[in-house]
């Protein structure tokens, strides 16, 4: 194991992860590595949420703040979670425990676009950062970490943190050395132009270069990353899927894309998952991802010849799949990048390369306002991640979704979304399984008539009697009818009755 | 007058405003020069208005669709919308006179993000475009357009358009020639990065060039930009730009900034043009600006040698202003950069050169959600402008607004926002003439805090009250409480009252 240490230096600051929570104190801000269930210290937030019930026990205050690049794993938010370890939380998070934590208000979160994460981190919006605790799949000969599953926020976390806690996984593929490609953006104001024109370019190192006199622990550890497996494609995500490639033939009709090299970006689940499977047997060749996270389909079509490159800030694979990496990292590093979320996400990159973005939602209204993160307004399910980056700037933004959840009792189109995450001036085509809604160059109420015929047969007549009410009730304000008094009625039946129709 | 056509060509392509008129017919798609009252075309406009009253009183359909850099001026949007010559409106207008015909339901609006615009033309999503119709201030020998006193989206317009139109307008200065620095994107896939690091950088030709073979006619104009006088700056105002200032010190305190070279992005109006004048007798020195319009307030700061650099789209001057640029053009071309509005507003460039984006709002909820552009959710004012370009991509985010409007019967603070154009993940800092909030690093919860403190004292306790009343309702979604069922009441009350009170 020590192999992956080859570093005197660092090596002489191995410690149980026990004793390297002793570094991380209560009221730190803390920076911790992890983006989508990979790359996230296995140990060390084990070890910190004992400390921290050992503290309450003992009458003590003990908590921290937590940021991280997105999502971890049970093992890294939820025990930190369970053990009341957090005060506040940056910018995402997905965990079960968590998210009930954070909608009982027993802890704060703020819910970010990644792209800006590192940039406000390192300007102290949120203070000065105390640790950063960083997995690497290995430290090289000078003290580089080399990336495990991701990168995320590490470099400007390593960077920012007044104290460094390394851990070295060997469950990780030594193989991986070489995936990672690491940039660092000059400070403000001497920033300059990202060199990257396509998904595939290498701008910089494979590894992460540190200052060693932060560190003061290194620990090793042997746990996998943690992922879901994907649930098997049911005929609602396959409708889905067959839409959204409707619609992207209808983009090689009208000449602005062609069979080879449509440029990707999907976010994760199990409907972008179908997605990838059709694509598998579709006409498009020489596929690309720009996007933040590489998930099982992508790896399927990289295997099939269909995907030359895909670009990501980490990969989170389910337990299959990861396997498989593990035992060809080597074959997949031909074909992936992990880069700096900062970079897998930023608005330069995204806009340059003219992606098409693909994000799942929880519901749109009628005019195309989309929200990705609170159940009736106010529940935190997870939070935007990434998709507003690439919804932004990507050169065609598309949401996909089932038209209803929970057995229809919840439509995924409504007459005024009851959080919005990403504004009618962004979202262009919104796809159910009852077809795809192409809301590019139409007017709110040319919009809303597309948005009907995509939702659920079931809400279109509830859908089309507040259209008819909010016209009657907008005589002198045509441009986007609302009737005030109804436009959260959904929501209202929801919370009242549990189910939107009422 | 013909000295500032100096191409042969072209020059035998001269007539009056009425022939040019006939090569604009019913259903066509055109793309105007012209941004917030600048570098509109003068004579076609009227020459098209007359053209489809009579074609009108003759029982013919004659509807044009219209794309411009921006709003016009009475003499461009105005005269149209009179004459019901336009079906569908972009990116973005502020005529009386069109807005009243949107609200009504006459003519449809798409109201868009300006850094999206050209490219949405280019790419075909509203149809090809059949004429660009453009102002310029000399034809050049070769045949290039020397741009008047915008340059907007008239690159792409003209790239795409089967048809073009020139008007040489004689009352704009030919020392404007020099002013502009014209950059060519290359089309999709082959972008690559936009060389500008600092505002004051230029990359391109001074002129645009335009293939001649598809000009159908040149026009002789002499009419003048129409811009408003601002008002002279009121106790509000100035209390706000006095609360903004404090703001800056703040940042300078906290190491964020520094008194030499603040890059400013300002929306424009009678609030932004109080925070110029502020600044003239403030610490800040060496102030450049990387915004969409240049506005009197920046001219004061360029002749006091308070700001070295601005960079925009286009000018919009008061009628004494105006007339000084046209008197001393040659001495504000030193330190006035005019660029496509696709570089102005690019995310690209917006997020390297690190500005602070400060825009106007209709209103800002409680969680920090800013409604730039529907009054109670429905009527549309103007647009959402490039306000979110810069709102999105800037390294801090603000807005300011007076805490109240109509004698207070408008709160500028609501409990939810009637329409979202700027979500809580953007909106960092609002300012109104009550204080700052700085709602960086917060969770939902505390921004609410904040964010009555800068709301007007009569407003105060009917915020309270609903905070109280949301987090009553939210025991299990304490993230972000709302109230549902009097989330819009502010609004409603305004509607059925005249005031948000009730």
């Given amino acids: 194991m020590n192999e992956r240490i080859k570093n005197a230096a660092l090596r002489a600051k191995l410690m149980s992860a026990d004793d390297a929570a002793r570094f991380v104190n209560h009221g730190d801000k803390v920076g911790m590595s992890g983006f989508t269930g990979s790359a996230y210290p296995k140990a060390l937030p084990t070890a910190i949420a004992e400390r921290a019930r050992a503290e309450h026990e003992a009458g003590r205050d003990y908590t921290i703040d937590l940021f991280t690049g997105a999502s971890t794993a049970p093992d890294c938010d939820g025990v930190l979670a369970e053990a009341d370890a957090l005060r506040f939380r940056a910018p995402y998070q997905s965990d079960p425990t968590m998210r009930a934590a954070i909608n009982a208000g027993r802890m704060g979160y703020a819910d970010m676009h990644l792209s800006h994460s590192a940039q406000q981190v390192e300007e102290g919006f949120f203070g000065a950062l105390d640790v950063a605790i960083v997995e690497a799949s290995q430290i090289d000969a000078d003290g580089n970490l080399v990336p495990s599953s991701g990168v995320g926020n590490n470099v400007e976390y390593l960077n920012a943190a007044s104290r460094i806690i390394v851990e070295v996984n060997s469950w990780q593929s030594i193989e991986l050395d070489g995936m990672a490609d690491i940039w660092q953006m000059p400070a403000l104001p001497n920033r300059v132009a990202i060199p990257i024109n396509k998904p595939g370019d290498r701008i910089g190192t494979t590894y992460i270069p540190i200052d060693a006199s932060k560190v003061v622990a290194v620990v090793e550890t042997d746990a996998p990353d943690r992922n879901a497996p994907f649930k098997p494609i049911d005929d609602i995500s396959r409708q889905i899927a067959g839409n959204f490639l409707d619609f992207l033939e209808g983009e090689v009709r009208a000449g602005r894309l062609t069979y080879d090299g449509y440029i990707m970006q999907s976010g994760v689940g199990n409907v972008p998952n179908a997605v990838m499977a059709r694509l598998l047997d579709s006409k498009f060749e020489n596929i690309q991802a720009y996007t933040e996270v590489i998930q099982d389909g992508m790896v399927d079509l990289i295997d099939a010849g269909k995907m030359s490159v895909a670009s990501a800030t980490s990969f989170s694979l389910s337990p299959e799949y990861a396997n498989k990496m593990n035992a060809e990292a080597k074959r997949y590093r031909e ?114 008539r597309r948005m009907v015929q995509v939702a659920h047969p079931d809400y279109r007549p509830l859908l089309e009697d507040y259209l008819e009410r909010a016209e009657a009730a907008s005589v002198k304000a045509m441009h986007e009818p609302h009737h005030l008094a109804t436009a959260l009625a959904f929501h209202q039946n929801l919370n009242e009755t549990g189910s939107m129709r009422g």
């Fill in 335 to 448: 074909h992936i990048i992990t880069r700096p979320l900062q970079i897998s996400n930023h608005p330069e990159v995204i806009r340059r390369v003219g992606l098409i973005a693909t994000n799942g939602m929880i519901e749109a209204d009628l005019y195309g306002h989309v929200n990705s993160t609170r159940v009736a307004g106010s529940r935190i399910m997870n939070g935007i991640g990434g998709s507003g980056d690439f919804t932004r700037n990507g050169y065609i933004s598309s949401f996909i979704s089932p038209s209803v959840a929970q057995d229809g009792a919840i439509s995924a189109i409504v007459p005024f979304a009851s959080h919005i995450d990403h504004t009618e001036h962004d979202v262009m085509v919104v796809i159910t399984e009852h077809g795809f809604a192409d809301l590019r160059g139409l007017t709110p109420r040319e919009r809303a």
